[in-house]
Antibody
Framework: ELQLVQSGVEVKKPGESLKISCKGS????????IGWVRQKPGKGLEWMGI????????RYSPSFQGQVTISVDKSISTAYLQWTSLKASDTATYYC??????????WGQGTLVTVSS | QSALAQPASVSGSPGQSVTISCTGS?????????VSWYRQDPGKAPKLVIY???YRPSGVSYRFSGSKSGNTASLTISGLRAEDEADYYC????????????FGTGTKVTVL
């Protein structure tokens, strides 16, 4: 069975950069899409974008295009979500999720990112 | 991309059925058979309960069923149990831009 394990809690200051990760195991990492989903405190799920590790084909939600970068290192079965300059409004839990057989059938445990001065 | 519209909350007594609606447009829900539903318990990651409008993944109770009519998809939970209390989200494929998805606003299911 496919498993996704995300990196741990992050506490950052506005303007700092950040890269969080999502490591897949249990299935060929290059054979399924990995998506990222944001959930602000007490709010709903927002789809951010998706990447195919096989060829790094990446698609972004218009709401997140230019705000974040999604990447992958298939040699270590890991997808990434990164920011160059964090804002307080980026405070949220970020989930990675696979589109293995169906969207989104397996989820990481979530990474809480807190941005505060 | 606007979030798909769901009722903020629905409630029912044990044993009853509840239905959650998910309204989009012909560019997402109405245009494709690619609506999925997720339940999310507090502090936990979402879990897939319905995919491709009507299909249940292995391990999901038969009490969960999905349907679609026009631009509105629905999730029905029959034989409501206390353990069904959670937040539920719909999600639809949309090709604008290509290979994109949009989530619903979320519905809190309360078992009275």
């Amino acid at each position: 069975e496919l498993q996704l394990v995300q990196s741990g809690v992050e506490v950052k200051k506005p303007g700092e950069s950040l890269k969080i990760s999502c490591k897949g195991s249990g299935q060929s990492f290059s054979s399924y899409w990995i998506g990222w989903v944001r959930q602000k405190p007490g709010k709903g799920l927002e789809w951010m974008g998706i990447i195919y590790p096989g060829d790094s084909d990446t698609r972004y939600s218009p709401s997140f295009q230019g705000q974040v970068t999604i990447s992958v290192d298939k040699s270590i079965s890991t997808a990434y979500l990164q920011w160059t300059s964090l804002k307080a409004s980026d405070t949220a839990t970020y989930y990675c999720a696979s589109r293995f057989r169906w969207p989104f059938d397996f989820w990481g445990q979530g990474t809480l990112v807190t941005v505060s001065s | 991309q606007s979030a798909l519209a769901q009722p903020a909350s629905v409630s029912g007594s044990p044993g009853q059925s509840v239905t959650i609606s998910c309204t989009g447009s012909s560019s997402d829900v109405g245009g494709f058979q690619y609506v999925s539903w997720y339940r999310q318990d507090p502090g936990k990651a979402p879990k897939l309960v319905i995919y491709d409008v009507t299909y249940r993944p292995s391990g999901v109770s038969y009490r969960f069923s999905g349907s679609k009519s026009g631009n509105t998809a629905s999730l029905t939970i029959s034989g409501l149990r206390a353990e069904d209390e959670a937040d539920y989200y719909c999600c639809s494929y949309t090709p604008n831009p290509p290979l994109s998805y949009v989530f619903g606003t979320g519905t809190k299911v309360t078992v009275l």
